[in-house]
């Protein structure tokens, strides 16, 4: 059983950086998918990065590549976004989630493979 809670919204210029967290409690499996999600005022909720617990290769929603990185730190037992050049379509709610099996793919384009999931952090650009 795992517990997500994320950290670091607000608002930001267009142009500006956030960086936001994923507290992780609970011990991730092998290869253990966890994500950030993001959900727009009247959107669907969307994938936006991924990485596997031992497997660091990140996957990145198209448009965001080049301006977000994921990244997790063992220690902390924290997941990370740090958001770059952020824009107005970047405005929305981010959601921190976890898939709960072994060896789980990296797949932003299914909200459901992921069990668990945080209560999200509102991310607003503007000027």
């Known amino acids: 059983q795992l517990q997500l809670v994320e950290s670091g919204g607000g608002l930001v210029q267009p142009g500006g950086s956030l960086r936001l967290s994923c507290a992780v409690s609970g011990s991730l499996l092998e290869h253990q998918s966890i994500a950030w999600f993001r959900q727009a005022p009247g959107k669907e909720r969307e994938g936006v990065s991924c990485?596997?617990?031992?497997?660091?290769?990140?996957y990145y929603k198209d448009s965001v590549k080049g301006r977000f990185t994921i990244s997790f730190d063992y220690d902390k037992n924290t997941l990370y976004l740090q958001m770059n050049n952020l824009n107005a379509e970047d405005t929305a709610v981010y959601y921190c989630?976890?898939?709960?099996?072994?060896?789980?793919?990296?797949?932003?384009?299914?909200?459901?493979?992921?069990?668990?999931w945080g209560q999200g952090t509102q991310v607003t650009v503007s000027a």
């Open positions: 989630a976890a898939d709960g099996e072994m060896f789980s793919p990296c797949d932003l384009s299914n909200l459901y493979e992921y069990d668990y």
């Open positions: 990485i596997r617990n031992n497997d660091d290769r990140p």
